[in-house]
């Protein structure tokens, strides 16, 4: 099933991604596909926020992977962290040997958002949750859901 959405700002993607943080509190993996500038780290900065976390999320496009306790894990034991991974500067799948992210993904207590996904779409799993970012015009956005 896909469900397509249009937002007018940057707070409305936002609120997106925290609406959608309810629908993965017991862990998932999040491939967000798009250009620069499409409303990807926007939508996963609403997710953070759904899943009660306090920090700044930036971007990791220079160190990959940055991990967030989420302030959940008193409601939702199962809950491991919340990882943001950007895979922007990788070139291919064998670049990110070492780091550690096959275990990350297939940690079902994880809540992961990755994007640039297409870089290593072989390890992703099969249940990954694929959402479609695409830049329309001023501050609008379109997101896919499938």
């Not at 509190?25 to 620069?36: C, E, V």
């Not at 160190?63 to 291919?92: A, C, G």
């Amino acid at each position: 099933m896909t469900t397509t959405f249009t937002t007018k700002s940057y707070a409305e993607t936002q609120k997106i991604g925290t609406e959608f943080s309810k629908k993965v509190k017991n862990g998932g993996i999040l491939a967000l596909y798009g250009n620069l500038g499409s409303g990807k780290t926007t939508f996963t900065q609403g997710v953070a926020k759904g899943l009660g976390i306090k920090q700044k999320i930036i971007s990791p496009t220079f160190i990959i992977v940055r991990k967030y306790d989420t302030n959940l894990k008193s409601s939702v034991p199962s809950l491991n962290y919340f990882y943001h991974i950007d895979l922007y500067r990788i070139e291919k799948a064998t670049d990110i040997k070492g780091l550690g992210l096959e275990e990350i993904l297939n940690d079902k207590s994880n809540i992961v958002a990755v994007e640039w996904p297409e870089k290593i779409e072989s390890l992703l799993p099969k249940n990954t949750i694929k959402l479609k970012f695409k830049y329309l015009e001023n501050d609008e956005r379109e997101i896919e859901i499938t």
